[in-house]
């Protein structure tokens, strides 16, 4: 009775063991044992699924040496407690280098195990979080281009002529550093003179400004780009080294040690104005289409600025203008008027003793003439302020 | 102590008409003619003497030294309580008109030409009635 009921034990315990080492190899995640030294001597099937490495580059190896530098020292401690008996549980969040060689998120579980002749065991069950950690990057890197998308509106709404300048440099500085350039600028079109000019520029720390060498570059040294522009398109080059070395761009580009740039056109309708642009000199950039977004939005913005100050400008102009006739009328126009008067006067009261009568005449005659050519004058300035100048 | 009269105005014609027009309606025998608003303040720098009086007739509109800078400059001068000034300009400017009362030398603002009337105002001012027509 005691042989069978004995045999049975052992049926029972190896069925047990069977059904674990079958929920084990099951699982989806990774599953490791660890020895006393840190070492894998176990590791599920799914450690070649999810982590991209065969048994022969696991068991045996230490855990530690899939784990990033700067994680490595104090996850090894607590790997260590938990092989060692001094601790017994352990939740964690760490980079591991998988097959693939990238370094992925997990989150892993660890637990005090006791092995044959109470030797101590760590057991991990590791779970990859990459996707649900990039999503919430993500959401945060959407959250901060709202923000910067709802502090660029509120900015330059109703901005005041003299706060533009230095709010421009703020906003280059703030875009320049979220998405990590080197260089930000803006540019604007000169198609009379056909020149480019650089009109606002920010640096990274340790960059060399350009804008002093870029104050006329000839648009028919970039017609590709210029072209690009007008047609409302965004000019991306991700690798400046991959356009042909003769390619004006490029002999541009390449003595500003700049590796990848991007520059969005500020359209105004159909005409542009300019453009702003993004330098990478330290890495190769590959411009994300919400970064391309982000300096659509700010470009533009720069327009609508542009045109309200253009406005603005058009209507200080012709304040100006008024100004100046009222200017004219007031003193150039009433000076010879006055002394003709005067003269007159001077005459009629027949005492005269300071001057002689042909001085008289003569003051009167000139007071005419300059008269006649100050109205001449004020009537061109009418003209141009009605817009009638090119009869002139 | 002497009361004397400076005329001011860039046109030399303007100014022999003025001067006609000072002395022979009497409010002063030996008025002085300067050109511009420099040589008027170094006129008065070189001879002031504790007690003398100015009456200035001075045009706004003048190269170099323009009224306006005259008047600026005279703010900063000890004497300048000494000074008074009769505006004769060509301008009918409002804005010039209200500018000359920021000056207290400014007794006057008259738009040219001069005539009888505005001497006779300068005459009867209360700050220098009996005054002007004894400066002789």
């Known amino acids: 009775m005691s042989n069978r009921t004995h045999h049975f034990g052992d049926a029972r315990a190896n069925q047990d063991k069977w059904h674990y080492r079958y929920i084990v190899e099951g699982l989806n995640d990774p599953i490791f044992i660890l020895d006393s030294e840190c070492q894998i001597s176990y590791a599920n099937k799914a450690c070649l699924a999810v982590l991209g490495y065969g048994p022969d580059e696991l068991l045996g190896h230490s855990f530690n040496k899939f784990l990033h530098k700067e994680e490595a020292v104090e996850i090894g401690k607590n790997l260590a407690g938990l092989t060692q008996g001094t601790g017994h549980e352990l939740h964690i969040e760490h980079r591991l280098l998988t097959g693939n060689g990238n370094w992925e998120v997990f989150e892993t579980c660890g637990k005090s195990l006791s092995g044959q002749a109470d030797q101590p065991l760590g057991m991990l069950h590791l779970r990859n979080i990459t996707k649900q950690k990039q999503t919430g990057v993500d959401l945060k890197t959407q959250a901060r281009l709202l923000e910067l998308l709802m502090d660029i509106s509120t900015t330059y709404i109703n901005i005041p002529l003299d706060k533009l300048d230095s709010s421009l440099k703020k906003s280059l500085e703030v875009l320049g550093k979220y998405i990590g350039a080197d260089r930000f600028y803006i540019f604007e079109y000169d198609f009379k003179q056909n020149i480019s000019r650089n009109t606002y520029e920010w640096c990274s720390d340790g960059i060399e400004p350009e804008i002093e060498n870029l104050q006329s570059i000839p648009l028919t040294e970039i017609t590709d780009w210029v072209e690009c522009h007008q047609r409302g398109d965004i000019m991306h080059i991700p690798d400046v080294f991959e356009l042909p070395i003769e390619n004006g761009v490029r002999q541009i580009l390449e003595p500003q040690e700049i590796k990848s740039m991007i520059a969005v056109p500020m359209m105004d309708e159909k005409q542009c104005l300019g453009f702003v642009g993004l330098d990478s000199v330290r890495v190769q950039h590959c411009y994300s289409n919400a970064e391309k977004k982000l300096l659509t939005v700010f470009a533009n913005m720069l327009v609508s600025i542009h045109n309200r100050f253009f406005t603005l400008e058009a209507l200080y102009m012709q304040n100006d203008k008024f100004k100046q006739i009222a200017w004219m009328q007031s003193h150039l126009v009433r000076a010879p008027l006055a002394r003709m008067m005067g003269l007159c006067s001077l005459l009629e009261r027949g005492k005269y003793s300071e001057v002689s009568k042909p001085e008289i005449l003569e003051g009167i005659n000139r007071s005419a003439n300059e008269l006649d050519q100050i109205i001449r004058n004020i009537s061109k300035k009418t003209d141009i302020l009605n817009g009638h100048d090119k009869y002139i | ?136």
């Open chain 2, 1 to 136: 102590m002497k009361q004397e009269l400076l005329i001011v105005d860039d046109e030399y014609i303007i100014l022999l008409m003025h001067k006609t027009i000072v002395v022979e309606e009497g409010l002063h025998e030996s008025p002085h003619i300067i050109m511009d608003g420099e040589l008027a303040l170094e006129y008065i720098k070189d001879n002031d003497e504790p007690g003398n009086a100015y009456l200035v007739l001075l045009d706004i509109n003048m190269p170099g030294m323009s009224g306006w800078a005259f008047l600026d400059a005279i703010q900063a001068q000890e004497w300048n309580s000494r000074i008074h000034v009769a505006i004769l300009t060509s301008s009918v400017n409002a804005s010039d008109r209200i500018k000359a009362t920021e000056y207290p030398q400014v007794l006057a603002y008259i738009e040219k030409p001069l005539i009888n009337r505005h001497i006779l105002e300068i005459k009867e001012h209360p700050k220098l009635a009996g005054y002007w027509n004894k400066g002789k």
